[in-house]
């Protein structure tokens, strides 16, 4: 992790540090040769062509993404969490749907690798 990144997720003393730590390692036990920076204040992951990010909102944590319509697929399976277009707002007290994460991630930093549906397997 670069320090840039320390710094940020460190900057939240609430229950949201441990959420957004807990997506930046999934995201870098995926992708470790990720690019990783700061760019519009949140956490850049990026793999040609794709990318994925990560914020800090009031409530918790926002996974940002171009995955349109695998998030659409995410909120069919699980309209509890919110959506937005392109992004997944989690709150703290979210269980985190940990392989359907990881499938949108995927689909997000590897752009027509995979299909836009949750599956039990990828």
């Not at 990144?5 to 390692?25: G, N, P, Q, S």
């Not at 909102?57 to 995955?67: I, P």
């Not at 749907?97 to 599956?119: F, H, S």
Request: positive net charge.
């Amino acid at each position: 992790m670069t320090a840039e990144f320390r710094d940020y997720i460190d900057a939240a003393t609430d229950d949201r540090k441990k959420v957004i730590l807990y997506l930046h390692e999934t995201i870098l036990r995926l992708y470790p040769e990720a690019e990783q920076k700061i760019s519009y204040h949140i956490l850049m992951h990026k793999l040609k062509p794709g990318w994925v990010g990560l914020g800090y909102w009031k409530g918790g944590v926002t996974l940002y993404s171009e995955a349109i319509p695998m998030i659409a697929e995410f909120k069919r399976k699980h309209p509890a969490i919110k959506t937005g277009k392109g992004c997944i707002n989690f709150k703290t007290a979210d269980a985190l749907p940990l392989q359907d994460i990881e499938q949108v991630i995927r689909y997000a930093m590897e752009p027509g690798k995979y299909p836009a549906v949750l599956t039990a397997e990828v």
